[in-house]
């Protein structure tokens, strides 16, 4: 992914204890951690000290069952729907039915800087009719400002056609989404590196 200079900053996992999310409650346990390999904040981990790399992780409650936005986000890792002008390469590496999804993003190979191979993860849990997911992209290298592309890795594969995105079996609508401080790359790189507009850039 495209890097920076490096600063330690914490990498916050959302509470799953006695979650409620916009009045949906959930309705099972989270999946436990060992789950795709991910941590309970769907984090896939990365070799680079959490102070000493980037990430991002958010919190997502979609308007649709669990198995349709899983569903929805494998087909498009899958057919490997990247909106980036130089197009990267989604792996599916790891799945588990209603519990987890994880999955690495290679950069393009005429990428400046890179070429980079993010790992990300997602994790499921029904609230009634919808679906409350936790996100994590991490960098595997030494890094700070990354151009939102951890937020990108995992937003191209949700994002709604409302947002000028393609669907391959479900147009997922969701509430906006909720950042963790991981997404908070400091001010040196703006501050939340969570631009929508960043996903479909060089």
Known sequence: MERGSSRRWTLAAPLLASLVTRGHSLVQRAPSAEHCGLTAAACPGSPVPAG???????????????????????????LNMDRKQLL???????????????????T????????????????????????HVLGCSESQVESLCDFSTNFCNMFNLYCSEADGCASVHHDLKYDPEQFGRACDHTALCGGYETVKSQCTRR
């Open 88 to 106: 990267g390469n989604y792996t599916l590496l790891d799945s588990e039915a209603g519990a987890c999804t994880k999955a690495s993003r290679a």
């Open 108 to 131: 393009n190979p005429h990428a400046d800087p890179g070429p980079f191979t993010d790992l990300f993860g997602f994790r499921y849990m029904s609230a009634g009719s919808h679906c």
């Open 52 to 78: 000493d790399h980037s990430a991002c992780s958010e919190s997502i409650v979609f308007q649709a069952p669990c198995a349709s936005v899983q569903q929805e986000i494998e087909a498009r890792i899958r």
